[in-house]
C-alpha cells in the first residue's frame, strides 16, 4: 500500500488569500486525484491527473502532477468561505487500489 | 436522483449484534468499493467488487463480509459488532478500476455502545 502525506494538516486563511496544499509520496502512480469532503458528506472528486507535469484549472483551483507522478499539488486562488472543507488526494497504484492521504482541512474566514 | 446511496445514514447499536449497511448505485458502474473512515479522516479501503466479483479484499477481520447481489449493489453485513468498529462506512462506486475518479455516498455513521 503505498503511503501518501499531505501537507500542511489544517490550514487556516482569510478570504481573498492564496492557498497551497501539497500530496507528497514515495511512489509512482497511475493517476492522482483530489476530493473536497464537506461535513457528513462523502468526499466528491475535484480533477484526476494522470500524466507526469500535468496541470489543471477548475476556476480558481490549479492542479498539479509531479513530473515523476509522485506528488501533487493543489492551488487555491483568492479563498472564498465556500472553499472550506477535507481536501484529499489519493493516488490510484498498478494494484487498481486507491490509497488516500490524511488529508487537509481548510477554513476560510470570511 | 442520488447517484450512490446508502442506507441507514446512521447506525447505534450494541456491542455484538450484527447489522447490515446497503449500498446503490445507478451510475451504471462496474466496479464498487466499501473505505472506512476513522475518527482522524483517514480513509482506508475494506473491499471493491468488479461485476460482481472480488477483487480488493483488504486486512479486514472476517467479521466484515460483502455480498453483491449484482453489480449495481454492495452490502456490507458485519458480524460481534466490536467497539472499534464505530466509524464512518463509504460505500463508492467507479467505472472499470477508478482511473476516471470516484463517486462516494454520504456515508453510515456507526457508533457501537
Known amino acids: 500500500t503505498q503511503l501518501l502525506e499531505q501537507s500542511p494538516q489544517f490550514l487556516s486563511i482569510q478570504e481573498g488569500e492564496n492557498l497551497t496544499v501539497y500530496c507528497n509520496s514515495s511512489?509512482?502512480?497511475?493517476?492522482l486525484q483530489w476530493y473536497r469532503q464537506e461535513p457528513g458528506e462523502g468526499p466528491v472528486l475535484l480533477v484526476t491527473?494522470?500524466?507526469?507535469?500535468e496541470v489543471k484549472k477548475l476556476k480558481r483551483l490549479t492542479f498539479q502532477f509531479g513530473d515523476a507522478r509522485k506528488d501533487s499539488s493543489l492551488h487555491i486562488t483568492a479563498a472564498q468561505p465556500g472553499d472550506t472543507g477535507l481536501y484529499l488526494c489519493?493516488?490510484?497504484?498498478?494494484?487498481?487500489?486507491?490509497?488516500f492521504g490524511a488529508g487537509t482541512t481548510v477554513t476560510v474566514r470570511a | 436522483d442520488t447517484a450512490v446511496s446508502q442506507t441507514p445514514k446512521y447506525l447505534v447499536t450494541q456491542m455484538g449484534n450484527d447489522k447490515s449497511i446497503k449500498c446503490e448505485q445507478n451510475?451504471?458502474?462496474?466496479?464498487m468499493y466499501w473505505y472506512k473512515q476513522d475518527s482522524k479522516k483517514f480513509l482506508k479501503i475494506m473491499f471493491s467488487?468488479?461485476?460482481?466479483?472480488?477483487?480488493i479484499n483488504e486486512t479486514v477481520p472476517n467479521r466484515f463480509s460483502p455480498k453483491s447481489p449484482d453489480k449495481a449493489h454492495l452490502n456490507l453485513h458485519i458480524n460481534s459488532l466490536e467497539l472499534g468498529d464505530s466509524a464512518v462506512y463509504f460505500c463508492?462506486?467507479?467505472?472499470?478500476?477508478?482511473?476516471?475518479?470516484?463517486?462516494f455516498g454520504s456515508g453510515t455513521r456507526l457508533t457501537v455502545v
Open positions: 451510475l451504471g458502474h462496474d466496479t
Open positions: 489519493a493516488g490510484e497504484g498498478n494494484d487498481y487500489k486507491l490509497s
Open positions: 463508492a462506486s467507479s467505472q472499470d478500476f477508478g482511473g476516471d475518479g470516484y463517486t
Open positions: 511512489s509512482v502512480f497511475s493517476s
Open positions: 467488487y468488479n461485476n460482481k466479483e472480488l477483487i
Open positions: 491527473v494522470v500524466t507526469g507535469g
